[in-house]
């Protein structure tokens, strides 16, 4: 499957953004999605994913984001959606988004990754 993530820019610190995440060449509901961002310099850190648990899904996000962002996905358009609010500039990252497969553990698919710069 191939990942195609858009949606970063520049934002004042307090703003939001809208990070989207669109599969091709896969069964995108078969595919549990998150969310990543890495600094130059850091490890590559876990933000949000929606993944399926039995009969329905479920969030989970870093404690760094929660309250703050909200993840979506829109399997009729194979798409994910990160909505970022009240971003502060420790939020500034490349974002990537990222598949795997439903009751695993590894991301296998990644996304070619798209900046976000906030500034204070």
């Known amino acids: 499957v191939q990942l195609q993530a858009s949606g970063g820019g520049m934002v004042l610190a307090g703003g939001s953004l809208r990070l989207s995440c669109t599969a091709s060449?896969?069964?995108?509901?078969?595919?549990?999605m998150g969310w990543f961002r890495q600094t130059p310099g850091k490890e590559r850190e876990f933000v949000s994913a929606?993944?399926?648990?039995?009969?329905?899904?479920?969030?989970k996000y870093s404690d760094s984001v929660k309250g703050r962002f909200t993840i979506s996905r829109d399997d009729g358009k194979s798409t994910v959606f990160l909505q970022m609010n009240s971003l502060k500039p420790d939020d500034t990252a490349v974002y990537y988004c990222?598949?795997?497969?439903?009751?695993?553990?590894?991301?296998?698919?990644w996304g070619q990754g798209t900046l976000v710069t906030v500034s204070s």
């Open positions: 929606v993944m399926w648990n039995f009969d329905k899904y479920v969030d």
């Open positions: 990222a598949a795997k497969y439903r009751y695993t553990e590894r991301y296998l698919y």
């Open positions: 060449g896969g069964t995108f509901y078969s595919y549990d």
